[in-house]
């Protein structure tokens, strides 16, 4: 399924940013709905469900491009989670911070093993989802408290997203686009 196009490659880093707002004001939101009708005894759980919505949304855009197979979504969704636990749990001075570091090398690797043999130049991957998932972990948690009250979580989670979406979706486009013009010189020296 590989289109044509510098416009078409900027769609999909449009689709990958809004798979990321959507997953992760999802999990935000239910993570706390999930928590206000169930108590906070299940707390694990619910954070383990809510980030199968992030890894779900990623997957989803990833899937198609790159033929993904579906054990990615669980891959993905334990990577968030781990890292949502570790930033929860052991983010002592700055969770958010930790939180999305952590998260985001998770999945980086786990992205970057995929992607891999699809995408050359892919290692930059790991770095991109971390640095991105730190900043938008931080922002999203700024964001959150500043909206005050219950939508305090579904806004910092779809601020985080946005500025994960966009930041690993701008690296995303370029070795998409990187990719294109390897094949295109491979095809022009075969050809000739």
Do not use: H
């Not at 993905?76 to 929860?88: H, K």
């Not at 991957?125 to 909206?147: F, H, T």
Request: proline share 3%; aromatic share 10%; charged share 10%.
């Amino acid at each position: 399924m590989e289109k044509k196009g510098a416009g078409c490659d900027w769609k999909y880093g449009g689709l990958w940013a809004l798979a990321n707002i959507f997953g992760w004001g999802a999990c935000a939101s239910t993570a706390v709905i999930l928590t206000g009708i169930f108590g906070t005894r299940n707390g694990e759980l619910w954070m383990v469900l809510s980030a199968f919505l992030i890894g779900l949304a990623q997957w989803l855009v990833l899937a198609p491009r790159f033929s993904l197979t579906g054990w990615l979504i669980p891959a993905y969704g334990m990577g968030w989670y781990i890292g949502l636990w570790l930033g929860t749990n052991l983010g002592f001075l700055s969770p958010g911070l930790f939180m999305g570091a952590a998260g985001g090398a998770l999945v980086g690797v786990m992205q970057w093993l995929s992607l891999r043999r699809r995408l050359g130049r892919s290692l930059i991957w790991m770095p991109a989802m971390s640095v991105s998932s730190l900043l938008g972990c931080w922002i999203g948690v700024l964001a959150g408290v500043s909206a005050g009250a219950a939508p305090a979580y579904a806004i910092g989670g779809a601020v985080a997203g946005a500025v994960i979406g966009v930041l690993s979706g701008s690296i995303l486009v370029i070795l998409i686009r990187r990719e294109a013009r390897r094949k295109t010189v491979i095809t022009a020296g075969v050809s000739t």
